[in-house]
């Protein structure tokens, strides 16, 4: 008994120790230890609280959540029922809290806590974290929302573009996701948690344009008390899952084949950027290659006129010193013939 009480109290320590390490990395982004937040000033505002580095930059941010919000807020029935506070962080403390590689912010869904990596702070990226915040308190409490859902409306909301080179790939690769297929990516720890990004923003546009924006409003305000997504989606659009995917595939592959317009508008584009690209490079080369010319020239021409200034300077010196030499008086010239007359004798 005596020697398996220290196995014992050794297993129960490291079971603490691991219990206490998964709480660490499994814990919401709203219960990251404020130890770790070194920017502590703080700008108030009617709804939103900044914190940054200075009260500057705690401002800047300030504007745009308050855009953010304005525009936000009209689109859903519910607000967060307390203030949220935006945490701006230089960028490697950011990264040490970020919750996966390549983001630029991040916000505690149903929470009232934005992250944001310093260098990357923009109107669009505080724009999307709010949505995150909004749909978070719009949605029915466990109710699921899948993640291209949640990717997808934060960024059509904040004015995101669509990467259509890469849906254009994925679609001509086989990799675009039906609905289904879709609703089970993780957006943090999937492998191909960036398809849910991709392809989610394009499913919202296409929500969109097939059905009208009212419709895609309806929806976020049935999410608040539907049984399940899939069902607030049917009795918003009137489709099942099923047959909402059918016309989602049969869009993609118009919108997104290979000949599509919108990957020949793509393909224009690209040209168009390509010539300019390559116009602007060879600008730049010919003018490098005429300012070195010029510089060359000129210190050729400098060299030519330092050495016409030197010999003029020679001859300058040579003619003075000819000219001191003829006015100086010849030792034995006009002596002699003076010796020669009689004295007394006027020259």
Do not use: C
């Not at 890469?166 to 609703?183: A, P, R, T």
């Not at 720890?189 to 009208?212: K, M, P, T, W, Y």
């Not at 895609?216 to 539907?226: D, F, I, N, S, T």
């Amino acid at each position: 008994m005596r020697a398996a009480t220290p196995g014992a109290a050794f297993v129960i320590f490291a079971l603490l120790v691991a219990l206490l390490s998964l709480s660490l990395f499994t814990q919401p982004a709203s219960a990251v230890p404020n130890g770790l937040i070194s920017a502590d000033t703080r700008v108030d505002g009617q709804e939103v609280t900044v914190v940054a580095e200075d009260a500057a930059r705690a401002e800047e941010v300030l504007r745009l959540a308050e855009d953010g919000w304005a525009q936000v807020e009209q689109l859903f029935e519910t607000s967060p029922p307390e203030q949220v506070i935006i945490f701006v962080l230089a960028d490697s403390e950011y990264d040490s809290i970020e919750p996966a590689p390549m983001t630029r912010g991040f916000a505690t869904y149903g929470g009232h806590r934005i992250y944001l990596k310093s260098s990357s702070v923009d109107q669009e990226v505080v724009t999307h974290e709010l949505t995150h915040i909004f749909l978070g308190h719009e949605v029915r409490s466990g109710l699921e929302v899948p993640d291209w859902f949640n990717e997808g409306l934060a960024q059509y909301v904040s004015g995101a573009r669509a990467p259509t080179l890469q849906l254009i790939y994925e679609m001509s690769v086989g990799n675009m996701l039906s609905l289904e297929e879709l609703g089970k990516v993780d957006a943090l720890h999937d492998g191909n948690r960036q398809i849910a990004s991709v392809e989610g923003l394009a499913i919202v546009q296409f929500l969109a344009l097939d059905f009208g924006e009212t419709r895609l409003w309806q929806l976020l305000g049935r999410l608040g008390e539907a049984s399940s997504f899939e069902d607030a989606m049917a009795s918003t659009f009137g489709y099942s899952n099923l047959e909402l995917n059918q016309r989602w595939m049969a869009y993609a592959d118009d919108a997104y084949s290979l000949f599509s317009p919108v990957a020949l508008r793509a393909y224009v584009t690209l040209v168009i950027g390509g010539l300019a690209l390559i116009g602007a490079a060879i600008w730049l080369i010919r003018r490098t290659q005429l300012i070195y010319a010029g510089e060359d020239r000129l210190r050729e021409e400098e060299v030519v006129a330092a050495r016409a200034a030197e010999n003029y300077i020679r001859m300058t010196e040579r003619s003075r010193a000819g000219a001191v030499d003829a006015e100086q008086p010849q030792p034995n010239a006009g002596p002699e013939e003076r010796r020669g007359l009689p004295p007394g004798e006027p020259e």
